[in-house]
Nanobody
Framework: QVQLVESGGGLVQAGGSLRLSCLASGRITFSNYNMAWFRQAPGKEREFVVAISRSGGTTYYAESVKGRFTISRDNAKNTISLQMSSLKPEDTAVYYC???????????????????????WGQGTQVTVSS
């Protein structure tokens, strides 16, 4: 069993910054998992935000957050982080951390974007950006 716990959400003004973290625990070799952040705004479907491969060497970003968000991981600490800058009101959502146990040697964008590929999810952390 794998548990993912997000933290760092909150209320921020437009143009501000937040840093989210996700800690993995349980029966997990963290470096075996591709990791991602998704988000879900009220009344909308959950959408892909950003993903990072097992080694950290490959990342994918949604167009809406490119240049503003940065994902990183620390395999020694079983954590990933999401640094969010220049936040906009449309970034308001619950942000979810997700883990993909794929053993494939490649990590394609199509896999990264597909939420059905993720085996474990956190409970989410609320990010609210005021205008």
């Amino acid at each position: 069993q794998v548990q993912l716990v997000e933290s760092g959400g909150g209320l921020v003004q437009a143009g501000g910054s937040l840093r989210l973290s996700c800690l993995a625990s349980g029966r997990i070799t963290f470096s075996n998992y591709n990791m991602a952040w998704f988000r879900q705004a009220p009344g909308k479907e959950r959408e892909f935000v950003v993903a990072i491969s097992r080694s950290g060497g490959t990342t994918y970003y949604a167009e809406s957050v490119k240049g503003r968000f940065t994902i990183s991981r620390d395999n020694a600490k079983n954590t990933i982080s999401l640094q969010m800058s220049s936040l906009k009101p449309e970034d308001t959502a619950v942000y979810y951390c997700a883990a993909d146990s794929s053993t494939s040697s490649t990590y394609s964008s199509s896999r990264a974007y597909n939420l059905a590929r993720y085996d474990y999810w956190g409970q989410g952390t609320q990010v609210t950006v005021s205008s």
